[in-house]
């Protein structure tokens, strides 16, 4: 299984983006999906995460009112829809896939993660 995201880039405060996660693999049936991010020197952070099942969705506080997640069309991607942007949003973000029972902000618990898109706010 691949995790492969895009749509990371620079913004000017307030702006938006919009990432994107493709995966692919035989098989591929995740219970939970999410997105985390990390900048230098600092521990990983969950930022939003949605059981594929219920299509319940969790956000951490930071983000809430101003990001969005959400499965795509095409089966087995997810979006992250980023809007308000803040300085302090700035990080490398990797979209992660848990293929266990739950839906969890602990990182160590997935088992599929890509190799992230940077995202600068300034």
């Known amino acids: 299984v691949q995790l492969v995201e895009s749509g990371g880039g620079s913004v000017q405060a307030g702006g938006s983006l919009l990432l994107s996660c493709a995966a692919s693999?035989?098989?591929?049936?995740?219970?939970?999906m999410a997105w985390f991010r990390q900048t230098p020197g600092a521990e990983r952070e969950g930022v939003a995460r949605?059981?594929?099942?219920?299509?319940?969705?969790y956000y951490a506080d930071s983000v809430k009112g101003r990001f969005t997640i959400s499965p795509g069309n095409a089966t087995n991607t997810l979006y992250l829809q980023m809007n308000g942007l803040k300085p302090e949003d700035t990080a490398m973000y990797y979209c992660?896939?848990?293929?266990?029972?739950?839906?969890?902000?602990?990182?160590?618990?997935?088992?599929?993660w890509g190799q992230g898109t940077q995202v600068t706010v300034s």
């Open positions: 992660a896939a848990k293929t266990s029972w739950g839906c969890t902000w602990s990182g160590a618990a997935y088992n599929y």
């Open positions: 693999g035989d098989s591929f049936s995740p219970y939970c």
């Open positions: 949605i059981a594929t099942g219920s299509g319940n969705t």
